[in-house]
């Protein structure tokens, strides 16, 4: 048998046998109680407007669920009619991917609290940079040194220096930068008797080295301009010029050594 809500005038379909006298039910969608021997006046049917706005407003026809009527029976003794939607699920879902994030975001902290080395197995190439040791960041294998020269000349101020000249190839397959060598003067035996570093990049000529005094000599072999721009960036199989001068050497200078003391890798952009 049909019964339709007196408030929303949705339609229902309901065994015949709930049909009796005193029995109520509860509209699921607008939630009115009301008798199921309903009086003439709202059994009228309403017939359907033919304004398409109120499209939404035509009665709908619901079926009640099949099985046991006792499971229909609301609260207050009266009949639920259909079942509403439920959203518990959607809610629940939520909860339960936020409780998978925080787990997995706990997870990876305690990694990288009680793992960080495994963490940094996995950090991208330019982050692992950052964290090599200064053996490897600093590793001067194939810094190659060619066209050394040495000469004494003398100078009007100083009196004799030493001159040892060259240049540094990058032979790595990545730029390096400031490029350091050092040089070292020793006697007959083979024994070092002075010695001293130069950063690359700098030099004077030989009118320079006969007339400047020895302080001008080394504010010119460590200006900071000519090495920023003449030692950094050394792409690889380019060379940076270097010039090591000696004040006031020795007598007793019988060779001399160069090598390649330091080669930094360009900071990651």
Same mark, same amino acid.
Not at 151 to 177: C, L, M
Not at 190 to 204: D, H, P, Y
Not at 207 to 212: A, I, N, S, T, Y
């Given at each position: ?59 709908? !026809? ?114 390096? !930068? ?37 302080? !001008? ?53």
């Amino acid at each position: 048998m049909h019964i339709t809500c007196p408030n929303c005038s949705t339609k229902f379909s309901l065994p015949d046998e709930m049909f009796k006298e005193g029995a109520q039910a509860r509209c699921t969608v607008c939630d009115e109680v009301f008798s199921l021997i309903q009086t003439p006046e709202h059994n009228v049917e309403v017939e359907p407007q033919e304004d398409p706005f109120v499209e939404s407003l035509e009665a709908k !026809e619901t079926i009640a669920p099949e099985g046991d009527t006792d499971t229909l029976i609301g609260g207050e003794g009266t009949f639920g009619l259909g079942e509403p939607k439920k959203k518990e699920k959607s809610g629940k879902g939520c909860l339960i991917f936020f409780l998978i994030l925080t787990l997995l975001g706990g997870a990876c902290a305690g990694v990288w609290y009680l793992a960080p080395d495994l963490v940094k197995r996995f950090l991208p190439m330019e982050e692992k940079a950052e964290s090599l040791p200064t053996s490897v960041a600093n590793d001067v294998s194939r810094i190659s040194l060619k066209n050394i020269s040495q000469y004494y000349i003398t100078n009007e101020k100083i009196g004799q220096v030493f001159v040892i000249e060259g240049d540094a190839e990058n032979r790595f397959g990545v730029p390096k !930068e400031l490029i350091k060598v050092e040089a070292t003067l020793y006697d007959a035996n083979n024994v070092a008797i002075a010695s001293k570093q130069q950063l690359g990049g700098s030099g004077v000529s030989l009118f320079q080295l006969q007339v400047l005094a020895k302080e !001008e000599l080394a504010d010119a072999l460590n200006n900071k301009v000519e090495i920023l721009t003449n030692n950094t960036n050394v792409m690889p199989t380019k060379s940076v010029h270097f010039m090591v001068v000696f004040y006031d050497p020795p007598k007793n200078v019988a060779e001399f050594g160069v090598k390649v003391v330091e080669a930094k890798n360009p900071p990651i952009q």
